[in-house]
């Protein structure tokens, strides 16, 4: 269900979230995930069931260790002793959405009219590649000049590096972006903690509503 965090009336940006936020497909949300779990078990020479309990279980002890936070898949495998420039790398041979994700008619027409008043940028935790794959795939590219990725600042979402890069590159200052996003403590609570909006989105029915909201703010 959407949730607005904070919605100031000045924005003058919108910084998205893509995977689960500008589409909702869940084959390709695993996919993205166990894709990477896959090369992680070829690297510590295990059974696939073994690497999937291995980051399950990381996962439960994070959260109980963070306040129940969670944690990026690629901040969780340094732990594991695989830096984000090898998941970097996986990711961009392993993901093509093209397989799962198709043109988003919708989605197109609420972004024309997101356009005409606010500037657009993506910030993931995927790398720029298959990330403009995926805006590809939904035919939503031309309304994103600029993807900041995971090989941007090196840095996974919560970090502040790659929400700052956003606000850089748009020319614009935090408390005048909303960001949009399916994840808290991805796309939330770091941006709230920067003095931007924040909106939390359960998939691309939720941004569909974007319009209707931003106009009534």
Not at 105 to 122: A, G, P, T, V, W
Not at 159 to 188: H, N, Q, W
Request: charged share 30%.
């Amino acid at each position: 269900m959407m949730k607005i965090y904070k919605l100031e009336n000045d924005v003058d940006s919108i910084i998205f979230d893509i995977d689960s936020t500008l589409y909702t497909n869940k084959e390709y949300a695993f996919e993205q995930i166990d894709c990477q779990i896959r090369e992680f078990a070829k690297e510590r020479n295990c059974s696939v069931e073994e690497a999937r309990k291995k980051v399950a279980d990381f996962r439960i002890d994070w959260a109980k260790e963070h306040n129940n936070q969670k944690i990026s898949l690629g901040n969780l495998l340094t732990f594991f002793g695989i830096p984000i420039e090898k998941s970097i790398e996986w990711r961009k041979s392993l993901l093509e959405p093209k397989i799962f994700l198709h043109k988003d008619e919708k989605l197109i027409e609420i972004l024309k009219i997101l356009e005409k008043n606010y500037k657009l940028i993506c910030v993931t935790n995927n790398p720029i590649l298959p990330a403009r794959k995926t805006l590809e795939a939904l035919e939503i590219s031309s309304f994103f000049n600029n993807i900041i990725g995971l090989d941007t600042c090196y840095k996974s979402k919560p970090a502040k590096e790659p929400f700052l890069k956003a606000c850089e590159l748009l020319d614009t200052v935090p408390s005048r972006c909303v960001s949009v996003g399916d994840r808290y403590d991805m796309d939330i609570s770091l941006p709230l903690l920067l003095g931007m909006s924040a909106i939390l989105v359960d998939g691309v029915e939720d941004v569909y509503k974007l319009p209707n909201l931003m106009h009534n703010k």
